[in-house]
């Protein structure tokens, strides 16, 4: 999108009051039945879940890393002050689709079931989910968690993708069963205690926490590939259209590769 018609999208919406740009709507507004009512004017309002370690972490009090800095950027682009609001990461999605935030960057996976509820912009990174282990673990590969009578227990962050897809493939196949956690280093703990024989997590984060607690490894076998974009509500095609076509300049002109340079270095 070029940068006129982001201008244009943005006068738009300080016009009609309908988002990022505009005054509380009024209740009585027919485009405001899903309650449009937090977004206050001049700002942008980031849901994320600040444990998920490169991409946003609380350092100093604040929310910082690759997706704080994205969104910042974005809101840069757009003429407009970013607010981040640290939250559990199962109440996102909810939070984009209820109006009460403008979009969603929390390593998020673009993902059928969460289409449903949001949109999602151009893919900005590519995660990875990997599994980790004790370094004196019996589990070597992907392959120990699906050979026959596999019966084990994997910690996951609740509603993460690592908590979709090991429900689909181990839990619902009687494979093992899911231990839920709020946060990712909640499951690494339960992992160091022998409370879970593994753990399912994004690649980043998993690198972080192998380094702080010793006696944990990585396995070299990837669980899954996957694409991270930033969720935005179905009702507001106007900011949508703003915030898309703003990563897409930020993407084209390298700030995007930059800010993930910063923090994650290449292998």
């Given at each position: 999108m070029k940068k006129s018609i982001t201008l244009l999208c943005i006068l738009a919406m300080v016009s009609t009051l309908a988002a990022c740009g505009g005054k509380p709507a009024d209740k009585d507004n027919s485009n405001n039945d899903r309650?449009?009512?937090?977004?206050?004017?001049?700002?942008?309002?980031?849901?994320?879940?600040?444990?998920?370690?490169?991409?946003?972490?609380?350092?100093?009090?604040?929310?910082?890393?690759?997706?704080?800095?994205?969104a910042s950027a974005i809101a840069d682009k757009l003429g407009l002050e970013l607010q981040i609001d640290d939250m559990g990461f199962e109440f996102i999605t909810g939070t984009i689709a209820s109006g009460k935030a403008d979009i969603g960057l929390a390593g998020m996976t673009v993902t059928p079931d969460r289409q449903e509820e949001v949109s999602f912009t151009v893919s900005y990174a590519t995660g990875v989910q990997v599994i980790i282990v004790t370094e004196d673990s019996p589990i070597v590969s992907l392959d120990d968690l699906f050979a026959e009578g596999a019966n084990h227990v994997i910690g996951v962050q609740r509603n993460t993708t690592g908590d979709l897809y090991t429900t689909d493939d181990i839990e619902k196949k009687g494979f093992g069963t899911i231990d839920r956690y709020s946060k990712g280093a909640e499951?690494?703990?339960?992992?160091?205690?022998?409370?879970?024989?593994?753990?399912?997590?994004?690649?980043?984060?998993?690198?972080?926490?192998?380094?702080?607690?010793?006696?944990?490894?990585?396995?070299?076998?990837?669980?899954?590939?996957e694409d991270y974009a930033i969720a935005m509500s179905k009702d507001n095609a106007e900011l949508y259209e703003a915030v898309n076509g703003a990563l897409k300049d930020l993407i084209d002109d390298g700030t995007i590769g930059k800010i993930i340079a910063k923090y994650i270095t290449a292998e």
């Open positions: 309650g449009f009512t937090t977004v206050v004017e001049g700002k942008l309002i980031m849901a994320t879940n600040a444990t998920f370690p490169p991409y946003e972490y609380i350092e100093g009090g604040e929310v910082t890393g690759i997706d704080a800095e994205i499951a690494v703990q339960a992992l160091k205690t022998g409370k879970v024989d593994c753990v399912v997590i994004d690649n980043e984060p998993a690198k972080a926490f192998v380094q702080e607690v010793e006696g944990l490894k990585i396995l070299e076998t990837e669980y899954v590939t």
